[in-house]
């Protein structure tokens, strides 16, 4: 799924992974379950998520960075 | 110096790839874990590739229920592909829920030998690349573009594939689910002798079939 939307703000499909990640790390597995979204979409995703800087990885985990903590609120 | 045309081969790793789709730039390591149907089609806008969309459309719920995902490709532009999704919807009332890929350079479709130059030297002919949770490629089919492809026989066969891997049996000709299946044949003479005792439906010792 398109995550970032040509002005470099996250989609309502980025938002949903980035939702995901408010309440602290987890793994591509974990946010699918949460999210109900297929395995490819969510890995996709939070790839594309990464590039832009609005997630990292951390392990076989990702997480939000200041900069995606700024379009859902802080990670808990 | 003479083009080296590459095909995929059955049981060997599905050639990675990583593609611009409508729904984001995926790689074929996304779908690890899932069962996958990677399908090309000739051209947008054209009407037997129209008819399979909406087809492949109507059985991605049953695919979904078996863990099959579904992946289109063609050698048009995503613009392209958007409008077309877009129309079907608005014109023939049909939701295309899975990604298709924009492959203009043709990349994907080398690497699987979807290009058939005595069908087109341009367009992917109709391709099913039938992919599993390792990414092996489990099974083939090449239609030409005349020729629409059938619904029916793409589950029937991942329906078989699953089954082969769930229970350790083959499956015959015109194999429905809940059908008999076959036991794998004898490999000794001891055991071919044996086989005869034990129980199967057989026409002979190597031709078996059981009710799983």
């Known amino acids: 799924m398109a995550c970032i939307s040509p002005d470099g703000k996250p989609t309502e499909s980025g938002m949903k992974l980035l939702r995901?990640?408010?309440?602290?790390?987890?793994?591509?597995?974990?946010?699918?379950?949460?999210?109900?979204?297929?395995m490819y979409a969510v890995r996709s995703g939070l790839r594309?998520?990464?590039?832009?800087?609005?997630?990292?990885?951390k392990?076989?985990?990702?997480?939000?960075?200041?900069?995606?903590s700024e379009f859902v609120g802080p990670q808990a | 110096m003479e083009e080296v045309i590459r095909l995929p081969r059955l049981g060997e790793p599905a050639p990675d790839f990583e593609a611009p789709t409508?729904?984001?730039?995926?790689?074929?390591?996304?779908?690890?874990?899932?069962w996958l149907i990677l399908f090309s089609?000739?051209?947008?806008?054209?009407?037997?590739?129209?008819?399979?969309?909406?087809?492949?459309?109507?059985?991605y719920p049953e695919l979904q229920k078996l863990g099959v995902e579904l992946l289109g490709i063609s050698v048009d532009s995503i613009t392209s592909h958007i409008a077309w999704v877009r129309n079907i919807e608005e014109k023939l009332g049909v939701n295309i829920p899975f990604p298709i890929i924009a492959d203009l350079n043709k990349e994907v479709a080398q690497l699987y030998g979807m290009?058939?130059?005595?069908?087109?030297?341009?367009?992917?002919?109709?391709?099913v690349f039938v992919i599993d949770p390792n990414k092996v490629v489990r099974a083939m089919?090449?239609?030409?573009?005349?020729?629409?492809?059938?619904?029916?026989?793409?589950?029937?066969l991942v329906e078989a594939l699953q089954t082969t891997d769930k229970h350790g049996v083959a499956t015959p000709a015109n194999w429905r689910p809940d059908d008999m299946v076959i036991v794998p044949p004898p490999n000794t003479t001891e055991s071919a002798e044996e086989r005869l005792k034990q129980g199967y439906e057989c026409a002979d010792w190597y031709l078996c079939k059981k009710k799983l």
């Open chain 2, 22 to 34: 409508t729904r984001g730039t995926i790689r074929l390591d996304d779908y690890k874990g899932s």
């Open chain 1, 20 to 38: 995901a990640l408010q309440s602290g790390p987890k793994s591509p597995e974990d946010v699918a379950q949460e999210t109900g979204r297929p």
């Open chain 2, 141 to 156: 089919l090449y239609y030409p573009l005349t020729t629409g492809r059938n619904m029916d026989e793409i589950l029937r």
């Open chain 1, 59 to 68: 392990g076989e985990s990702y997480e939000l960075t200041p900069k995606g």
């Open chain 2, 41 to 59: 089609h000739p051209a947008d806008f054209t009407p037997v590739c129209t008819t399979e969309f909406m087809a492949f459309a109507q059985i």
């Open chain 2, 115 to 127: 290009v058939h130059p005595g069908q087109s030297k341009t367009e992917t002919v109709r391709c």
């Open chain 1, 48 to 57: 594309e998520l990464a590039g832009a800087e609005l997630v990292t990885e």
